[in-house]
Each structure stands twice: as C-alpha cells, then as structure tokens.
C-alpha cells in the first residue's frame, strides 16, 4: 500500500523550509540513483524542478522531469520517482483551506498538471527568488504568484478535459526533443508526421500552445538551465551546445523566458 506523507514531510534532505502567507516552502535534494517508492501526499503542491532529471511515474504511466519543470498534484496523488542525476526541487503547499477558497471561484484543481515554460513556469522562478530572499512583503508577493499558478493549472486542466492529440504529434515531438540544437526544418518534421507543414503548425499549436520555434527554445533553455546549475561550464559553451548562435544571443534569449541572465540564474540556482 502506498505510503501517505503528512504536510511537510518529504522525501530526500530538505535543506530550507518556511511557512510564509499561509503557504509551507521547502527546497528538497534527492541523490543520483534515489527510487523513491509509490507515496502520495496529505496536501495538495506544485513541484518545481530547480536541477537534475528524473522519471515520475503517475497514472501508470512514466514521466520525464527536467529541469525547469513545473508540476501539480491535487491532495492523495499516488506516484513514484527515480532519479538518474543529482536534483534540487522547490516544493510548495497548499492545505485544506486555500484549496477550497479557490474553488469558490470554479477553479478545477482535481488532477496532475505539468508546465514546461510561460507564465506558470516564470510565477515559479519568482516564488523560489522570493522564497530564497524574504522579506516584509514576501508573504503578500508568495500568495499573489501561488494563486496565479492555480489560475492557471485550472485553465490548464480544462483544455485537457476537451483534447486528444494524435499518435503523430508523439513522434514529431521527441524528434524535436532529441535534436533541439540543430536547426530543424518543418517539412522535415512534417514528412516524419506524414501530414502537410501547416497542419503540423496548426496541431503542434492547439496541444503544445506554442509554436515549434517557441518549443525549440524552450528545451534550448531547459538545457542550458540544467548546464547552469550543475557545472562549471563557461556560458559561451553552454550556448553552442545548446544550439544558440552565440554568447549573446543566449543571453536574450534566456533573459525573454526568464526574466533574468543566465549568470543571475546561475548564482541563485547553483546547486551548493
């Protein structure tokens, strides 16, 4: 039987941990090779992938979580983790009692959503830069930025209440995904989908919400975060690698998604 976990108990070493605005914070480490077996928590949370990698399976089905990546799970979510590289994650939860103010504004918050970039995942880079630096109006910023990524996760699960992506949209996206630094083509990815560029655009549109340029740079930024966080690498590198045309083209890039430069990211993220 699953194990049940009550507020403000996780896994992994929690480094820091605070109870700001009515919300508990906590920033959780996990080590390379951690499994963590099949657990759900009493309270409701977001989980923000601050570094590393791992595999959450939820629903019975596996799940890649990378860095940058933002998750919600209502109250009593069974899943299980395993990670493959060491991660930093900025947890946030939500009792009984926001949970239900919330609802009273036809907020639908009874199943897991996962954000990969946009406000959502902006609302979180600002909730873990207030967190890692409180002050006398933290509390009023923290629940401001909590109850818009609970706007959003109920938008959120009412498009998916409405939309089935097609097989082929599967296979264009991890093509994208395994060569996101090359500069990929749509007629390319639109023979590997085996329908016409325009349809490609207008579908990838509709389940992504964003366009395929948008994608790319999304995961050029997932990785170049990750680089970041857990090297010494110089950011030149990290900029080529990650298929940006140079030094300064990254940077703003990285700062339009983020609202900040990748040194900035890198001195509040750096894994200690």
Request: proline letters at 5%; one cysteine or more; glycine letters at 6%.
């Amino acid at each position: 039987m699953a194990r049940k976990l009550p507020a403000g108990e996780f896994f992994g070493h929690q480094s820091k941990s605070s109870e700001v605005g009515g919300f508990r914070l906590t920033e959780s480490h996990y080590g390379p090779g951690l499994k963590l077996p099949q657990h759900s928590h009493e309270l409701a949370k977001f989980c923000f992938v601050i570094s590393g990698h791992y595999v959450e399976t939820l629903g019975g089905k596996p799940r890649v979580r990378r860095p940058l990546s933002l998750i919600f799970h209502p109250p009593d979510t069974t899943h299980s983790e395993a990670h493959d590289a060491r991660g930093c994650h900025f947890l946030v939860e939500i009792d009984a009692h926001w949970l239900n103010y919330a609802r009273q504004y036809a907020a639908l918050l009874d199943g897991p959503v996962e954000f990969a970039d946009g406000m959502p995942v902006r609302a979180a880079v600002q909730l873990y830069n207030e967190f890692r630096q409180l002050d006398a109006i933290s509390p009023l910023a923290i629940q401001g930025l909590i109850f818009e990524l609970l706007a959003d996760t109920s938008r959120q699960l009412r498009r998916d209440h409405l939309r089935h992506p097609p097989r082929w949209l599967g296979q264009v996206t991890d093509l994208i995904r395994e060569r996101f630094y090359e500069p990929l083509a749509m007629d390319e990815l639109a023979h590997v989908a085996g329908v016409h560029a325009v349809h490609l655009a207008r579908t990838f549109r509709q389940f992504h919400r964003c366009t395929v340029g948008e994608y790319v740079r999304r995961l050029r930024i997932e990785y170049a975060s990750d680089r970041l966080a857990n090297s010494d690498t110089s950011l030149a590198e990290i900029a080529a690698a990650a298929g940006f045309a140079d030094q300064s083209h990254f940077a703003r890039v990285f700062k339009r998604q983020l609202g900040m430069l990748p040194s900035q990211f890198r001195a509040t993220f750096r894994l200690r």
